[in-house]
């Protein structure tokens, strides 16, 4: 009973493929796509309108007020009048501006994060796009990002856009670099590139209770929490939305665009929240896998959902508390703090796996990552926390 | 189907590449570049060979188109004006051509059936760059680290 609910919605593809049995393959390939794509954006899009009323939500809990309350119960329905809002308002494009780029960038933003989500798998049999080398395809995807900011910066034909996106492409190519290493050790120890692998690898239990994610090792705790990090950059979250900001350059490389263009923008945003946390879900915290074996019988996807939004929950919590930071500090900690510590997770990685990869490896994988934790705050600790800030171009 | 999605792929390619040589914006040709290095990547997916395709994506997109993009941008003067062709660029265009016709013409891959081997897998490909190519990689990767800390004196303030 619990397996057939578990692949309900494989049941449900196969069952609607079957309609086609005898037609010529490319027809059944297409369509198989064509059902994955559909189910993906339904469900994705649904969980945007979603978080973004529930992110609203949180965030006025934090500062203590109510939030969006008045559409519908508990102001749920809120998405709802935003997207026509959005929809019905004026797109207004600069008469400056380069049409053409100015109109692609938000389409191939959107699009590279939507194609991102094609190679997490969600559950059992349930990845929509399953290539042997997933792992890099998601990064790949999300490489033609920094192309599209830097259309809409340039497209826009202003400054505020420009600046934007070159403080967007700044940061999110130095904290590309930790990004991609923190993925290192969990490719290493897995010894495969595909995400199907990696959470097969995640399935087991330590004693028969503690799961085998990779976030109980010290490496993986590490790695996540750097990953963690990096992908609040990517996204440009708080505290890392300089690109945005909107005390300094309006809204970055977002000013000139309204309308359905924005709204674009921001979904993209989120999709590729969406993306990131679903890719540390897979890489870190066993994928689909649930917590214990007497869990097993809740489907899989449903575990995918859950820990996919504690995740996004703690994306809200850094929001709603951290203040924004300085480019300069941005810079620093990608290339001083965390490309350090992300290769110290890679060598820590191998320690556990020639330690045996049991208690001793454990060990020793921790004293590694310490070590170096403890190395590097006394390093670039500079002692001038609280000094008057040194202005070098305004006297 | 692989016949159609050939022909598509091919002539979305061959157009980006022909926007890239032809058009007056310098920026709509660096980004009709990358549109063509999209399509190769394709053909790269389209055979089998992923890793190719998605290795592709990855430098020419995310680092050359990049890297194409800021020079405009920071070398941007007089964008708009034509200076008629400039004739000093055939003779390289001429002999690349050349080169480029010579070594297909010479390969047999265009003469003989090409015998059936396994899809390469990304394991494999690591596998021999690991072992066979091991030193060249080594050499490689040395390079880049040399140009990167090359780059980094080029712009490091010098305390007044």
């Known amino acids: 009973m619990s397996k057939s609910i578990d692949q309900i919605f494989v049941s449900a593809k196969h069952w609607l493929l079957s309609w086609l049995d005898g037609s010529p393959s490319w027809l059944i390939q297409i369509t198989s796509s064509l059902i994955s794509i559909f189910a993906l954006l339904a469900v994705f899009l649904t969980l945007f309108a979603l978080m973004s009323v529930l992110e609203r939500k949180i965030l006025a809990r934090i500062q203590n007020r109510y939030g969006p309350n008045r559409v519908g119960p508990f102001g749920l329905f809120q998405p709802v009048a935003d997207g026509i809002k959005m929809l019905i308002k004026e797109d207004i494009v600069p008469a ?11 389409i191939l933003i959107a699009a590279a994060a939507i194609l ?50 070159m ?34 690898a995640q399935a087991e239990y330590t004693y028969g209770f503690a799961p085998r994610w990779f976030v109980f090792t010290p490496w993986g705790a590490a790695a996540f929490l750097l990953f963690f990090v990096s992908g609040l950059v ?65 489907p899989s996807y449903l575990w ?64 590694v990552i310490a070590s170096v934790y403890i190395v590097l705050s006394i390093v670039l600790d500079t002692r001038r926390k609280f000094a008057p800030r040194v202005y070098r171009f305004a006297e | ?45 389209l055979i089998g060979a992923e890793f190719v395709g998605l290795a592709l994506v990855f430098i020419y997109i995310g680092a050359v188109a990049v890297l194409i993009v800021f020079t405009i941008l920071l070398t941007r003067r007089d964008v708009q004006r034509d200076r008629g062709l400039n004739w000093s660029g055939v003779p390289i265009a001429a002999s690349v051509f050349a080169g480029l016709t010579w070594s297909i013409l010479n390969t047999q891959s265009t003469a003989i059936v090409a015998p059936h081997i396994r899809a390469l897998t990304v ?7 690991m072992t066979t190519y091991v030193w060249p990689m080594q050499c490689v990767g040395l390079l880049l680290t040399a140009a990167l800390i090359g780059a980094l004196l080029l712009v490091i303030e010098e305390k007044p």
């Open chain 2, 1 to 45: 189907m692989n016949t159609g999605a050939f022909i598509v792929i091919a002539i979305v390619t061959l157009s980006a590449a022909m926007a890239a040589a032809t058009l007056r914006k310098l920026m709509h040709a660096a980004l009709s570049f990358a549109l063509a290095v999209i399509g190769i990547a394709a053909f790269f997916f």
């Open chain 1, 234 to 298: 990517e996204s440009n979250r708080t505290p890392f939305d300089v690109p945005e900001g909107e005390s300094e350059i309006v809204a970055g490389h977002m000013t000139e665009y309204s309308g359905f263009k924005y709204a674009t923008f921001f979904m993209a945003e989120y999709i590729g929240m969406f993306a990131i946390s679903g890719l540390g879900v897979t890489l870190f915290l066993g994928g689909w896998h649930a917590p214990a074996r007497a869990l097993e019988f809740v």
């Open chain 1, 116 to 165: 991102a989500l094609g190679v997490i798998p969600y559950g059992r049999n349930m990845a929509p796009f399953a290539i042997d080398g997933g792992i890099l395809f998601f990064f790949a995807v999300g490489s033609t990002t920094e192309l599209a900011v830097f259309m809409a910066g340039w497209g826009s034909n202003n400054k505020f856009s420009m600046l934007g996106a």
């Open chain 1, 96 to 106: 400056r501006a380069d049409k053409s780029l100015h109109f692609l960038a938000p």
């Open chain 1, 167 to 200: 403080r967007a492409i700044a940061q999110m190519f130095s904290y590309e670099l930790p990004l991609l290493v923190t993925v290192l050790p969990v490719v290493m120890v897995v010894g495969s590139l595909s995400p199907d692998r990696i959470v097969a």
């Open chain 2, 123 to 129: 394991k494999q490909i690591g596998q021999t760059l």
């Open chain 1, 304 to 367: 995918f959902l859950g820990k996919l939004s504690v995740l996004l929950l703690v994306y809200v919590w850094v929001r709603g508390t951290l203040p924004r930071m300085r480019i300069d500090q941005i810079m620093n900690l990608a290339w001083k703090f965390m490309l350090p510590m992300a290769f110290t997770c890679v060598i820590a990685a191998a320690v556990w796996h020639y330690a045996g990869r049991g208690l001793r490896g454990w060990l020793w994988s921790l004293i």
